[in-house]
């Protein structure tokens, strides 16, 4: 089995920050693309931002120069730091993984989200 589990959601003002947290659980043996997305009340599901295991970026253009992914593969963690947040941040934000298991076997595993919501 494998968890993650996500944190570090709150409330916020506008031009203020957050940093989540997404830490993985179970039968790791790697985590090659980690991903962050986010789903606001009444709104699909949109990519935030990725990084890969070698540590390479991107990122939605909506989110460019404010936020940043960053990983510590040692923890089978993945981190967004979020600077300048704006209303339209608000949302739940959900970690997600491509996960290779200690059995070999492989699958893309998702947390259950954590809220942030950007006051105005």
């Known amino acids: 089995q494998v968890q993650l589990a996500e944190s570090g959601g709150g409330l916020v003002q506008t031009g203020g920050s957050l940093r989540l947290s997404c830490a993985a659980s179970?039968?790791?043996?790697?985590?090659?693309?980690m991903r962050w997305h986010r789903q606001a009340p009444g709104k699909q599901r949109e990519l935030v931002a990725a990084?890969?295991?070698?540590?390479?970026?991107n990122y939605a253009d909506s989110v460019k120069g404010r936020f940043t992914i960053s990983r510590d593969n040692a923890k089978n963690t993945v981190y967004l730091e979020m600077n300048s947040l704006k209303p339209e941040d608000t949302g739940v934000y959900y970690c997600n993984g491509d996960v290779q298991k200690y059995d070999l076997g492989y699958g893309t595993y998702w947390g259950r989200g954590t809220q942030v919501t950007v006051s105005p």
């Open positions: 179970g039968s790791v043996l790697r985590i090659n693309a």
């Open positions: 990084i890969t295991i070698g540590g390479n970026t």
